[in-house]
């Protein structure tokens, strides 16, 4: 894990870490990694826009039809993200040229988040950031690329959301190889939801 983050920040890291080990150890399966920024109260130990991470399992991956997630939540929300699945593992100290061509496709991510979890940045972090559950779409025939900046649109019942971000995807995984060491798995990135009048 990089040592480049400020302490209090990977402390809280570490414990969020002992979480998917049990849970692996359980049965359940690696599906990758969520990068969120901006967090309230995180932000404040990092520069701005600063990120960190949080695992997922199969243990909170929804597949269609499945309801989602199970026990009390605070205030459930929806967020769409933009899914990044690589072909390879990627090493540690990789370029930026290989991690361009190890990005295999690109997808939509739908995180259900408990932002009423946690009111410290250590109870954020440790509690993997707010994550309940995620359920992925990758197109078919595979995307590896997106315009940038990047707009989604996500409605639910007569609300939709949007989101844009700029997107540079090779950077966004040398810091996850950066911050985890070698990277083999999906990763998303957060990208918080505006409400609009918009229709679908």
């Not at 870490?17 to 109260?41: F, Y």
């Not at 243990?59 to 690589?86: D, M």
């Not at 496709?105 to 559950?133: T, W």
Request: aromatic fraction near 4%; hydrophobic fraction near 40%; include cysteine.
């Amino acid at each position: 894990m990089s040592r480049s983050l400020p302490e209090p920040v990977l402390t809280a890291l570490r414990t969020q870490l002992q979480i998917p080990a049990g849970m692996l150890q359980a049965g359940a399966q690696r599906v990758g990694w969520k990068v969120a920024a901006s967090i309230p109260g995180v932000e404040d130990h990092l520069a701005p826009g600063g990120r960190v991470f949080g695992y997922l399992t199969s243990a909170t991956e929804l597949t269609p039809g499945q309801e989602g997630p199970p026990g009390r939540t605070a205030q459930l929300c929806a967020e769409t993200e933009l899914a990044i699945e690589l072909e390879h593992a990627l090493a540690a100290g990789a370029d930026r040229e290989a991690a361009s061509a190890a990005i295999g496709r690109l997808g939509v991510a739908l995180e259900l988040v408990d932002v009423g979890a946690g009111s410290s940045m250590h109870e954020v972090i440790a509690g993997n950031v707010y994550h309940q559950a995620v359920a992925f779409h990758f197109p078919s025939p595979p995307v590896r690329s997106v315009p940038s900046p990047l707009s989604a649109w996500l409605t639910i019942g007569q609300t939709s959301y949007r989101t844009e971000i700029d997107v540079d995807l090779a950077a966004m995984v040398l810091e996850m190889t950066n911050m985890l060491g070698p990277v083999d798995s999906p990763a998303i990135t957060r990208i918080r939801g505006r409400p609009s009048t918009a229709q679908r």
